[in-house]
């Protein structure tokens, strides 16, 4: 049911003799379903002629010319709703995103929208037609197959060739300068009809995990010197502090190169996390368990990152969220040991 990994000890431990695990699952609903903003089902599939992106079939001549461009497929009664005509252009829009394809009316359910998933950039950066821009960003946790074959969407028919042609048959009637103006009215309209794409938010992310390694290095010094009579208290958390100062630094390039700002979230954890002075085995064990919380927010951000820099190739970062979150383990693996080291006297006996 939640896809959790099990090791392989795990498995061992059950005596499968070498065969699979076959386990029964109880139904569970979509995602997401129409309602009033987005009444209509999306399902997306194949065509005969193409396969997946076609980086192969969408170079063979003979089935490109079968099936050259997407479309967008409706019934005819949704089609009248708007009068949608077949070869109309068609916006089809999701919570996620939208894309553009001429309509094909007709041989599909009422309330069902079919747009095929062969389509998208690679051939045609300017078209927005890949049907997955509409998709859920969700994927089944158990056999991680993502859920790119339904979505909620709306429709609409939009006229945007007709303003365009309009627009440049009134460029011809003008003089120079009336062009130049006209030029921009169309960069505009372009613009205007083009759905914008989203920006990275590794930016951000990046300054999330930099002001938590600073607030991270901040706290483990005030503890060390709050329980300085605590033998390797001091010592350790001033190592500690040590490696998270060492990780703000390493992380100045990918600051600089993103483009990344700083972050005031990680300094609002802290002073919600870290009440006042607290003394004595309690005040320690209550010290420790701020410092792991805080030290998980920086285990999470590198880990985020690390994915983030793999989608981006870019190999020097995942090589530094490699190297600097194993560093925020072995902080981790440290607190929880001392956590559990002097978590029973702490909360069994009684302070004088």
């Not at 890949?130 to 609409?156: C, F, G, M």
């Not at 009637?173 to 130049?180: I, N, S, W, Y």
């Not at 919600?272 to 320690?284: C, N, S, V």
């Not at 368990?289 to 190999?315: F, I, K, N, P, S």
Request: glycine share 6%; charged share 25%.
């Amino acid at each position: 049911v939640t896809g959790g990994a099990q090791t392989a000890e795990e498995y061992r431990a059950h005596d499968p003799q070498g065969k699979a695990w076959l386990k029964p699952a109880d139904y569970q609903p979509p995602h997401e379903e129409p309602d009033d903003e987005y009444p209509l089902w999306l399902t997306t599939g194949r065509v005969v002629y193409h396969w997946h992106t076609r980086t192969k079939t969408g170079k063979s001549k003979e089935l490109n010319a079968a099936a050259p461009e997407a479309f967008v497929q409706l019934s005819d009664d949704d089609a009248a709703q708007q009068t949608i005509a077949p070869g109309d252009m068609v916006e089809v829009e999701s919570r996620r995103g939208r894309m553009r394809a001429p309509a094909r009316v007709g041989d599909i359910a009422p309330g069902h929208v079919f747009v095929p998933f062969h389509y998208g950039s690679w051939d045609d950066p300017d078209q927005t037609r890949a049907a997955n821009e509409l998709t859920l960003t969700q994927w089944d946790p158990v056999s991680k197959q993502p859920h790119y074959k339904y979505a909620a969407v709306r429709i609409r028919k939009v006229d945007d060739a007709t303003i365009m042609s309009k627009v440049s048959a009134l460029a011809e009637q003008v003089g120079e300068q009336g062009k130049q103006v006209v030029t921009k009215i169309m960069d505009v309209a372009r613009q205007a009809v083009t759905p914008s794409k989203p920006g990275l938010h590794i930016a951000a992310y990046l300054g999330l995990l930099w002001a938590s390694e600073q607030q991270l290095a901040d706290a483990y010094r005030t503890v060390g010197e709050r329980h300085s009579a605590e033998a390797d208290i001091h010592a350790m958390c001033t190592q500690l502090a040590g490696w998270s100062q060492a990780h703000m630094e390493a992380l100045r390039p990918m600051i600089a190169r993103y483009e990344a700002q700083t972050s005031d979230e990680p300094k609002r954890l802290a002073d919600a996390l870290f009440q006042g002075p607290r003394i004595g085995g309690i005040g320690l064990l209550r010290d420790l368990h701020d410092l792991e919380l805080l030290a998980y927010q920086v285990h999470l951000c590198w880990l985020a990152l690390g994915q983030g820099a793999r989608a981006l190739y870019d190999t020097d970062m995942v090589r530094l969220c490699e190297e600097l979150g194993l560093e925020t383990d072995r902080q981790l693996a440290w607190l929880r040991t001392r956590i559990r080291e002097i978590a029973p006297q702490a909360l069994v006996v009684p302070a004088l």
